[in-house]
């Protein structure tokens, strides 16, 4: 398998977090060419601001190596990660991150802030964006457009 595959199976995750009614961002990490963790937004339906994707999956994933550090291993998510995440990367000590989309407004890998390049880190890691681009960021915009729709039709309803 290839980074697109694998970005695959973190649209499909992405595409449960929609379901959910969740911001559809989906993450897997893969380890000697195995999927190890995976996850999906759900900071709404676990009442946890910190299970984003990213979250979710390299807690998964460090359960089934049975460590903490996961050198080796690669994160794929379908949007940049933010700065929570963004530090998780570099104290989980991910070996490499593929991001989807880029996140103008909250990216903390190369979009908005450039964490990874910045500060003493002891950790550095290999950055690849923009693959599967165009469907991560399709999947975002289809959840935002239909999010606005049902507010607008909510506000419209006659009292």
């Given at each position: 398998m290839d980074d697109s595959d694998y970005m695959r199976l973190a649209l499909a995750q992405a595409e449960r977090a929609?379901?959910?009614?969740e911001v559809p961002v989906g993450a897997v990490?893969?380890?000697?060419?195995?999927?190890?963790?995976?996850?999906?937004?759900?900071p709404i339906g676990r009442l946890d601001p910190s299970a984003h994707a990213e979250m979710v999956a390299i807690r998964a994933a460090a359960q089934a190596l049975g460590n903490y550090r996961l050198s080796g291993?690669?994160?794929?998510?379908?949007?940049e990660?933010?700065?929570?995440?963004?530090?998780?990367?570099?104290?989980?000590?991910?070996?490499?991150?593929v991001y989807g989309a880029s996140e103008?407004?909250?990216?903390?890998?190369?979009?908005?802030?450039?964490?990874?390049d910045a500060g003493p880190y002891n950790h550095r890691l290999d950055v690849t964006g923009g693959?599967?681009?165009?469907?991560?960021?399709?999947?975002?915009?289809?959840f935002?457009?239909?999010?606005?729709?049902?507010q607008k039709a909510l506000k419209s309803r006659p009292l």
């Open positions: 929609f379901a959910a009614g990490v893969v380890h000697n060419g195995e999927v190890i963790g995976e996850g999906y937004n759900e291993a690669t994160l794929y998510v379908t949007v990660p933010c700065t929570m995440c963004t530090g998780l990367l570099v104290h989980s000590r991910i070996g490499r991150l103008p407004k909250s990216g903390a890998v190369r979009s908005n802030l450039q964490l990874l693959v599967l681009e165009a469907e991560c960021a399709e999947l975002m915009s289809r935002f457009a239909e999010r606005r729709e049902r």
